[in-house]
């Protein structure tokens, strides 16, 4: 069973910048590519960022291009995005996970972090 946890989420003022992290558990990590989610209030979680399982390949919804970035450690298991430019529509609670067929995602969900983008 694949776990996930992620951290780093918090409050920020507009054009500030943040990173969260997602540590998974177990030895598969390597193998998936990832990708980072969010949920906004009263909105369906969309899939934000992507990677491939080597880091070659990244991908960026047009809401977040250029202001954010996904990386990942396969030595520490551990997927990133570092987000800068913030925004108030960037609030959100945000969770990885390793994306399927279309988005769907292959694993249960974490607890996620929330970003609060405000002034």
């Known amino acids: 069973q694949v776990q996930l946890v992620e951290s780093g989420g918090g409050l920020v003022q507009p054009g500030g910048s943040l990173r969260v992290s997602c540590a998974v558990s177990?030895?598969?990590?390597?193998?998936?590519?990832m990708g980072w989610y969010r949920q906004a209030p009263g909105k369906a979680r969309e899939l934000v960022a992507s990677?491939?399982?080597?880091?070659?390949?990244?991908n960026y919804a047009d809401s977040v291009k250029g202001r954010f970035t996904i990386s990942r450690d396969n030595a520490k298991n551990t997927v990133y995005l570092q987000m800068n430019s913030l925004k108030p529509e960037d609030t959100a609670l945000y969770y990885c996970?390793?994306?399927?067929?279309?988005?769907?995602?292959?694993?249960?969900w974490g607890q996620g972090t929330q970003v609060t983008v405000s002034s």
């Open positions: 177990g030895s598969i990590f390597s193998m998936y590519g």
């Open positions: 990677i491939t399982s080597g880091g070659g390949i990244r």
């Open positions: 996970n390793a994306p399927g067929i279309g988005t769907t995602p292959l694993w249960s």
